[in-house]
């Protein structure tokens, strides 16, 4: 099937408003839904669900979270695993006083939970911005860290210190805990993504994602014609907390089972935004593609010597991974700033010229 | 040339308005009053305290002496939020538009304040959101026929060539139907024909909609052209007030222009 919009005149402004308004779009994203949700549960085997794609899934979340505030709405934050913590912690504590509540609803009340605590680091904001509101956020990340290791009743004075997801049914489906299948975590993983995706997409295409762009590339303009700045980018860091909460309560009761707050340090932080800067800042598509590059990059250093039959030492493949990834950072600020979402642009803006040069 | 008969009641006032910066006295003590309908053009030399004029009129700037008085309510300062509600909009010396958007999105922003959904709405893009988009997508689309920008719709503003942009800007600032239009000079850097084109919009916006113009422009043969009075301004204080023709052969003006005298 030829890539192409001619013949697909749009008759009114809803048809040109729609998520995709290209046909061959609408076809590709069909097709990965259905690959999603009919393929890959039933093709993919436990480890590779449990090891790659639960991950994957609950990562991208959350990168479409950061991607909200830091790539749409300009604010750099170095606090997402901070507010990831604050989803899992929130969760855990919910789940084991309230055992009734279903999970899911749970899920949302922790995303709430951290939407709130992120407003409040998000307060700086309206005063600094770049690099110091950065140093800002890190210190949300050091201390929400150290609160959830010192205080007991976080853990609920587990003496091991670390949280560990309950047994938890949804309609009678095992879907948290040590019995839940990797297929049905799979399948509410993707239902988290696919959910907060369309809303992330709806956002953005709208007042308040133009207004969020619009604080982004020229503050002072955006003021003038109304624009309120601290409003603006509080419900930038509330709704990309909350994205990054509901991440962090997933990655312990659907991927994880336990964890201590090293689970959510600093180095989560770094990744998540790698996965953006990487997949395309102010992109939700590269958010995905991102998040997906980085959890099968490590994979497939991992077992491509194996298959090539050379003997690699595990050690030496973590650190090509992390000079692969620096390098491709560096790479991507300099000649890509739009990352991998804007590779795939130019690549469709080809197809649709295809067979023509210009 | 708009009719001379539509001149209305005071829409703004401007009285003994002064700021300072450091040293430095940007304006001092100005006064004067912008009619309803009217085409004011502010005037000077470099430095004169044109733009901050602007600045204080939409609140950018708070003036430590003076008030401004906007559709009868007086102020001491205004703020920008307000100003932008009560219905002032601007376009800016040094273009001032959201680069990494489009066209279309640049001059929807221009309706964000009229839009009322909130944000669980928008996440839904769906009912009355969606009614509301399209409603004001309606309108942007008309700004975007008037300034004859169709084919760039879709365009990333930062890939438009100059004149291109000061018209989006304008654009953006027309969305937004605004009482008040400050323009900080709109034809800068522009070759004849933008020029022409330019100045063929404001009139027609002023004759169309009877939105009341404040610009601030170097080019005297366009001044003389297109407004109805003429403020000058030279080191932050007011030299001269009139008609274009008054102006013209005003001495203080004549002085101003050649540096004489300071
Ligand atoms: N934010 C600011 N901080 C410091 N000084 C300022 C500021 N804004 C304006 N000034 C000073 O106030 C004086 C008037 O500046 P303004 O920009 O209003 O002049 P102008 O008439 O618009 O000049 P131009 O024709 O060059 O645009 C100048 O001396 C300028 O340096
Ligand atoms: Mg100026």
């Not at chain 2, 909009?89 to 964000?112: C, P």
């Not at chain 2, 365009?155 to 239009?181: I, N, S």
């Amino acid at each position: 099937m030829l890539y192409r919009e001619a013949g697909q005149f749009k008759t009114s402004y809803a048809a040109d408003q729609a998520m995709f308004p290209i046909i061959q779009d609408r076809a590709f994203i069909a097709m990965v839904l259905i690959i999603a949700y009919g393929v890959v549960p039933f093709w993919a085997n436990e480890y590779w669900l449990q090891a790659v794609i639960i991950p994957f899934l609950i990562f991208a979340l959350a990168a479409v979270g950061l991607n909200l505030l830091t790539g749409y709405a300009g604010q750099l934050s170095l606090g997402t695993g901070a507010f990831m913590a604050v989803g899992a912690y929130a969760t855990y504590k919910i789940t084991t006083i309230y055992p009734d509540i279903n999970i899911l609803v749970v899920f949302l009340m922790s995303g709430l939970i951290a939407a709130g605590v992120g407003m409040v680091f998000g307060v700086p904001s309206l005063r600094i911005k770049g690099f110091y509101l950065a140093v800002a956020t890190l210190a949300a990340q050091f201390f929400i860290q150290w609160l959830f290791n010192k205080v007991g009743w976080f853990f609920n004075y587990n003496p091991s210190g670390t949280i560990i997801a309950p047994p938890r049914t949804v309609f009678g489906v095992m879907v948290a805990g040590p019995e839940a299948t990797a297929q049905v975590r799979y399948f509410v993983a993707l239902v988290f993504l696919t959910v907060g995706t369309v809303i992330a997409k709806n956002l953005v295409r709208g007042r308040v994602g133009r207004a969020w762009m619009a604080i982004r590339d020229r503050d002072i303009a955006a003021e003038i014609i109304g624009i309120q700045p601290l409003q603006t980018k509080l419900l930038a860091f509330g709704i990309s907390s909350f994205y990054c909460g509901v991440a962090g309560a997933l990655s312990v009761f659907l991927w994880l089972g336990s964890a201590e707050t090293e689970a959510f340090d600093i180095n989560v932080s770094f990744q998540v935004l790698f996965m953006i800067i990487i997949g395309g800042l102010g992109s939700i598509l590269g958010s995905i593609l991102g998040a997906a590059f980085i959890t099968l990059v490590p994979i497939f250093l991992t077992n491509a010597p194996a298959l090539l039959n050379i003997p690699f030492p595990t050690d030496l493949s973590k650190h090509i991974e992390e000079i692969i990834f620096g390098g491709l950072i560096i790479l991507f600020l300099i000649a890509e700033p739009n990352g991998m979402a804007r590779l795939w642009q130019i690549g469709k803006e080809k197809l649709r010229r295809w067979p023509f040069p210009y | 040339m708009s009719p001379r008969n539509k001149i209305g009641d005071v829409l703004l006032a401007v009285d003994g308005v002064s700021i300072s910066f450091g040293g430095v006295r940007a304006l001092d003590k100005v006064s004067f009053d912008v009619r309803a309908h009217e085409i004011l053009a502010i005037i000077g030399p470099n430095g004169a305290g044109k733009s901050s004029m602007l600045n204080c009129i939409n609140g950018f700037y708070h003036p430590q002496e003076g008030s401004i008085t906007f559709k009868g309510q007086r102020r001491r300062q205004m703020q920008t939020h307000e100003a932008a509600l009560q219905g002032i909009a601007r376009t800016f010396q040094n273009i001032a538009l959201f680069k990494g958007m489009s066209t279309l999105d640049n001059i929807m922003t221009g309706r964000n304040l009229k839009m009322k959904r909130n944000f669980l709405w928008q996440a839904l893009y769906f009912g009355p959101a969606l009614r509301e988009e399209l409603e004001h997508r309606a309108v942007v689309e008309n700004v975007i026929d008037f300034l004859e920008i169709e084919s760039i719709r879709k365009t990333p503003v930062g890939r438009l060539p100059y004149g291109l942009q000061k018209r989006v800007e304008l654009g953006r600032a027309l969305a937004a139907e605004p009482d008040l239009l400050l323009l900080d000079e709109p034809m800068a850097g522009m070759n004849y024909e933008e020029k022409e084109d330019m100045v063929r919009f404001i009139l027609d916006v002023n004759d169309e909609f009877g939105t009341t113009i404040v610009l601030i422009e170097h080019d005297m043969s366009v001044v003389m052209d297109i407004s109805d009075r003429v403020v000058v301004l030279d080191y932050g204080r007011k030299i001269a007030e009139g008609t274009p023709d008054q102006v013209r052969v005003n001495q203080d003006v004549i002085d101003a222009y050649l540096g004489v005298g300071h």
